[in-house]
């Protein structure tokens, strides 16, 4: 049964750093366009980054030029790097299929920014 196993999370201040990994048991990972999404208590989870089976990528507005998403075909491995954190990018971070979810959701791994 395919797995998605987020991981990387932590505390950090803001104008801080964090390197998120998703590790996936898919069998055909390279063909899928990833994303990662994130949902804090209480609302829906939102979409953050795209990247797609090419390597192209897209963001939301509120993360560009702050955030990266990568990912390492052989590792089955999608990274999200996330520079210059702001208190409003506190949540939980999941991976997923894009657009479609083909995949149950993972624990996620929790980011905190706070001073």
């Known amino acids: 049964q395919a797995q998605l196993d987020e991981s990387g999370g932590g505390l950090v201040q803001p104008g801080g750093s964090l390197r998120l990994s998703c590790a996936a048991t898919?069998?055909?990972?390279?063909?899928?366009?990833m994303a990662w999404y994130r949902q804090v208590p209480g609302k829906q989870r939102d979409l953050v980054a795209v990247?797609?089976?090419?390597?192209?990528?897209n963001y939301v507005d509120s993360v560009k030029g702050r955030f990266t998403v990568s990912r390492d075909n052989a590792k089955k491995t999608v990274y999200l790097q996330m520079n210059s954190l702001k208190p409003e990018d506190a949540a939980v971070y999941y991976c997923?299929?894009?657009?479609?979810?083909?995949?149950?959701w993972g624990q996620g791994t929790q980011v905190t920014v706070s001073s």
């Open positions: 990247i797609t089976s090419g390597g192209a990528t």
């Open positions: 898919i069998l055909i990972f390279s063909t899928y366009d």
């Open positions: 997923n299929t894009h657009p479609e979810i083909h995949y149950g």
